[in-house]
């Protein structure tokens, strides 16, 4: 029998510790597919309706793993698969710290997570294949990602430098290229 949100619920709510628990040490047997999934603009769906409760949300993306392009709630004794339509977190926001190759980008998502860009947590930007209009990504923890918002991508641009051929951004000492330099318009 597949388990329910609820059942999930208590189960992670009985290991709970400080921080994030270590799913990557629980190895549970695959119990099914769970009717829920997480679309692009970061809201939770469960058997087809929004999750309203904030921290519920925040407690089943602390138990969210993905094994290649497949999504994952665990906890100690089951694991179940969710869909996810893009990216299982939306980065809302953004800070800048210092400048050039020494800046820092630290981002926020809608479920407060908190990651600074840099090697540990890249930037990814993939385009469209048929109108070339990039989506940016940035590494929440794990293998997870935030999917960059529209506003804060326009901010990510307008921090935009040219190096070694590319218009991208610094962050953490290492630059993340956006779109080649010779495919922007000339001014």
């Known amino acids: ?52 409760r904030v921290a519920l949300v925040k ?3 602390s138990i969210l793993i993905r094994e290649e392009d497949k999504y994952f709630l665990v906890t100690p004794v089951e694991k179940v698969g969710i869909r996810v339509q893009d990216a299982p977190f939306v980065a809302v926001d953004f800070e800048v710290s210092g400048e050039g190759t020494t800046q820092r980008l630290t981002f926020t998502t809608n479920l407060e997570d908190i990651t600074v860009a840099g ?3 890249p930037l990814r930007f993939v385009r469209d294949a ?31 430098v040219h190096y070694e051929g590319w218009f991208g951004v610094w962050s953490g000492g290492q630059f993340f290229g956006i779109i080649p330099s010779d495919e922007l318009p000339q001014e």
């Open 59 to 61: 407690l089943f993306a």
């Open 130 to 160: 048929e109108t070339g209009e990039p989506s940016p990504y940035v590494r929440v923890r794990r293998n997870l990602e935030a999917l960059i918002d529209r506003k804060s991508f326009y901010r990510l641009v307008e921090l935009g």
């Open 1 to 52: 029998m597949t388990p329910s949100a609820t059942s999930l619920a208590e189960s992670i709510k009985a290991t709970k510790t400080r921080g994030l628990p270590p799913v990557e040490l629980w190895n549970p047997p695959f119990c099914g597919d769970i009717d829920m999934e997480i679309r692009r603009d970061g809201t939770w769906f469960y058997e087809g309706t929004p999750m309203g």
């Open 119 to 121: 090697p540990d947590a």
